[in-house]
């Protein structure tokens, strides 16, 4: 990545240095914060090379780190960030910003998308498509608990043993009909 003049998020007032994330994949990092700096050209680059990694599904766990509440500024021109959640509790998130084509990790985020296999994911993490499977996931997990906390495991278990086993009835919508009638 080319150095511009950049500001980083942390506001500490120290420089970015040249830094290699993994074999081919360069960015720049703070040296006040150790946040690191990606550009998307160079990551995509990089994702053309080591396309042996397929790309996870959304519900994979990483580690929290502490990140603020708030929208970073772009260290490039100053605009609000968008951010994107990485997974499901505990999760963190990833800051980019569109018009620069940036993304920001905080220290230690490469490393966790790396431990969890979700590096050559990052163009996957930032679609809605992404964004909307977690919050369907966590929707999903809200339900499952209401429902256990309702009814009880042993109910709940059972529930899911019939559900699984209509699944692979030909005649599912006949035996539901008949669950339900008087």
Partial sequence: MRQRHL??????????????LSEGLGALQCSGCQGVLIALDDYRR???????VPAPPAAATVAATNEPAFARPCPACGRPMSRHRVGLLPDFRLDRCSPCQLVWCDDGEWTRLSHARLAQALDHILTDAWQQALVAQENRARREAEIRKRLGDDTYEELQRIRQW?????????????????
């Fill in 7 to 20: 500001t980083c998020p942390c506001d500490t007032g120290t420089g970015f240095a040249s830094t290699s």
């Fill in 166 to 182: 209509l699944a692979t009835q030909p005649n599912r919508v006949e035996l539901i009909g008949l669950l339900s009638a008087d």
């Fill in 46 to 52: 990089w994702r053309e090379h080591h396309p042996d």
